[in-house]
């Protein structure tokens, strides 16, 4: 599984712990033609891809000696959003997915960090849904894609040497 689902998915089980009863939306064009006043949602709003030269030496599961390479760095950014009825249901809804939120996951081995950055409440006069009042949360995954070669020790280079002439 990619950095893009695993990340997504992940918001979505924060979010259904939190206490968001109905499935989250993943799309915005099913968002915004939904008639429900109680929703969820987790949209993807940009990635950035960024090359990286980081070069990390390790001792693999089998003892093997390899070397990891930062391909590439990258950001997703989600927004996720819940609306309710009440400031008061949203406010606990938001605070428990904070709480269930984790620091990051492992995408494949690799450490991919979840960081919210802003929160948006926003009135029901101010946005498109159904919802009397709504949060918006902006989550930042910070990833990368990596790649593992092997290295061959100096120690285990065996070199013959001989004398000619």
């Not at 989600?78 to 620091?103: R, T």
Request: with cysteine; proline share 2%; aromatic share 8%.
């Amino acid at each position: 599984m990619g950095m893009f689902v695993a990340c997504q998915n992940e918001l979505i089980r924060a979010l259904k712990a939190a206490g968001c009863g109905k499935e989250p939306y993943t799309s915005r064009k099913k968002l915004l033609s939904t008639a429900e006043s109680r929703v969820s949602a987790v949209l993807c709003e940009e990635e950035a891809v960024e090359r990286d030269k980081q070069k990390k030496a390790f001792v693999g599961v089998g003892g093997e000696h390899l070397k990891r390479s930062k391909m590439y760095s990258r950001d997703i950014t989600y927004l996720v959003i819940i609306g309710d009825y009440s400031s008061e249901k949203i406010e606990e809804i938001y605070e428990s997915f904070l709480e269930e939120l984790p620091k990051g996951i492992y995408v494949d081995g690799n450490f991919t960090s979840i960081e919210p950055t802003d929160a948006d409440w926003v009135g029901e006069k101010d946005h498109l849904l159904y919802s009397k009042v709504s949060v918006q949360i902006k989550v930042t995954c910070h990833g990368g894609l990596y790649k593992d070669t092997e290295m061959t020790r100096i120690k285990d280079i065996n070199l013959n040497v001989r004398k000619e002439g």
